[in-house]
């Protein structure tokens, strides 16, 4: 059980394109949703936490304007990120939450962002 | 700001066990401990989660001191697919706000 599913796991694209990336929980409802950055040799970061029906809240530095939420249903919360650049490429991961404040996140297995 | 710290690595070979400490000061107070394995180009897996304590499962224990400033992840018996990178999660409260902090991270690598 708790199985997060994140599409694609790969993609490469253009300077310039704006890129959608997809977390959905496949056999739980999630009202919260939580998406993470990760540099390679480096921790996780959180970016946002995404709320069902209502607006991210991002964290101190992450431009919402850049990295934009959008958490539609109870399985379903994606992350485009606008007019991509270089800086932009890492490793988006997303986890999901089953409800009650004592559970644990479940993670996707990330997609890997190059922007050319 | 609140820092979530562990031991940037570790070598260990097949069959020992493995002791892996968390520090993270601020942890709120409500908050749970968990702990995650993370193989390259994937996303963490849950291992075990823990509020205070001992906490044991079919693949780990937990160890958590009373004053819950600090962890200790156990994995008996380590084999060479443990080997990962390793990080507690924490929500901890710094400056009045709240959020999830993952430590360091600890590179695992078990030998033959």
């Known amino acids: 059980g708790a199985v997060v599913s994140q599409h694609p796991s790969w993609v490469i694209c253009k300077s310039g394109t704006s890129v959608k990336i997809e977390c959905r929980s496949l056999d739980f409802q999630a009202t919260t949703m939580f998406w993470y950055r990760q540099f390679p040799k480096q921790s996780l970061m959180l970016m946002a936490t995404?709320?069902?029906?209502?607006?991210?809240?991002?964290e101190q530095g992450v431009e919402k304007d850049k990295f934009l939420i959008n958490h539609a249903s109870l399985t379903l919360s994606t992350l485009t990120v606008t007019s991509a650049h270089p800086e932009d490429s890492s490793f988006y991961i997303c986890s999901a939450k089953l409800p009650g404040s004592n559970q644990p996140q479940h993670f996707g297995d990330g997609t890997r962002l190059s922007i050319l | 700001l609140a820092k979530t710290t562990q031991p940037i690595s570790m070598d260990s070979y097949e069959g020992q066990e493995v002791n892996i400490t968390c520090s993270h000061n601020?942890?709120?107070?409500?908050?749970?401990i968990t702990w995650y394995q993370q193989f390259p180009s994937q996303g963490p897996r849950f291992i075990i989660q823990?509020?205070?304590t001992k906490v044991t499962n079919e693949v780990a224990s937990l160890f958590i001191p009373a004053d819950r400033k600090s962890s200790t992840l156990s994995l008996p018996r380590v084999s060479l697919s443990d080997t990962a990178v390793y990080y507690c999660?924490?929500?901890?409260?710094?400056?009045?706000?709240?959020?999830?902090?993952f430590g360091t991270g600890t590179r695992l690598k078990v030998l033959a």
């Open positions: 601020n942890i709120a107070t409500n908050d749970y």
């Open positions: 999660l924490v929500g901890a409260t710094t400056s009045g706000t709240y959020k999830y902090i």
């Open positions: 995404s709320n069902e029906g209502s607006k991210a809240t991002y």
């Open positions: 823990g509020y205070k």
